[in-house]
């Protein structure tokens, strides 16, 4: 079985690799985006021709939240044009794509203790569970627009394909939350960090292993789809923040703040926690909570 990785170098291709001697019977393809660029067709379909894989990992993403709203065509160009590109080509060659999206498709948002996901209608989340996949998007940013419609894309184009969407992905791979927190504490003796949006945060590395789970499930044909998946629980960015100086034993005078103290040019998700009912019924999956993952990562430090 012969499986292509995009955007190798980012932190979630690094996760496959880093477990992908794990599964010797799959013939991992991993490309930079120096060697597979998906928003060149021409550049994508000599690589399909070449390697002809069985299934299609897409982790390749424009992920500057802020840039992109001062970047709005390279970050659709990606996001969206990418996808639809690998859409059509995996439909030639008859290769199943695994897409993976974002938390950021949705604004959903806290108001008097119910997480409501339409500004407008005030619409309530239907469990308290979190976002389902039958949930319908609203975001509310270039990027959280440009990979919303890269998932549309796909659903367009090829009927052979999985969705994933994440949230708050970390790892001891590239640049991300949990690093940049252990940086900053080595830097300064306070932090301030937000706590009224809440989350989950996903470790990459069991993200990468769900992948694989899910090339390796016997009948695709009736499982195709959106799937939400993060680590279990929810927490905000100010608790992930204590949480890791907890384990680490960092002592640092950690303040929580409002969004509204915090600015930035792209707005955030105030309530992204997903529902995973889905995943874990059609795939059998058991999900670690983010706290025994965060350890799991930070011994890989």
Not at 19 to 25: C, K, Q, R
Not at 269 to 275: A, N
Request: aromatic share 12%.
């Amino acid at each position: 079985m012969v499986v292509l990785v995009t955007g190798a170098n980012g932190q979630l291709g690094q996760a496959i690799q880093s477990i992908s001697g794990n599964y010797p019977e799959i013939d991992f393809v991993f490309c930079s985006s120096s060697e597979l660029d998906i928003t060149n067709f021409e550049n994508c379909q000599a690589v399909f021709s070449t390697y002809k894989p069985h299934f299609c990992i897409n982790t390749a993403a424009y992920t500057a939240v802020d840039k992109a709203e001062s970047e709005p065509s390279k970050a659709f160009d990606i996001n969206a044009n990418g996808p639809e590109n690998l859409a059509i080509i995996c439909q030639k060659y008859d290769t199943i794509l695994i897409h993976i999206s974002t938390d950021f498709v949705f604004d959903a948002y806290f108001s008097e203790g119910i997480a409501y996901y339409d500004r407008e209608l005030r619409l309530p989340l239907k469990n308290n569970l979190g976002l389902t996949e039958t949930d319908v998007p609203f975001p509310s940013g270039v990027y959280g627009l440009t990979k919303l419609q890269g998932e549309q894309a796909v659903e367009a184009n090829w009927e052979k394909h999985f969705i994933i969407r994440t949230s708050w992905v970390y790892s001891q791979f590239g640049t991300n939350f949990m690093k940049t927190m252990l940086r900053l504490a080595s830097e300064r003796d306070s932090l301030s960090v937000v706590n009224d949006q809440i989350g989950t945060p996903t470790y990459a590395v069991d993200l990468a292993a769900v992948l694989i789970k899910i090339i390796q499930f016997p009948k695709h044909s009736s499982t195709f789809g959106i799937y939400n998946f993060s680590n279990e629980g929810q927490c905000s960015w100010y608790d992930f923040a204590a949480e890791i100086f907890h384990q680490k034993g960092i002592s640092i005078d950690l303040k929580p703040i409002p969004t509204s103290a915090y600015p930035t040019p792209a707005k955030r998700p105030f309530y992204s926690v997903l529902d995973k009912t889905k995943i874990k019924n059609t795939f059998n999956l058991t999900i670690n909570d983010w706290k025994t993952s965060l350890k799991s990562c930070l011994n890989q430090l």
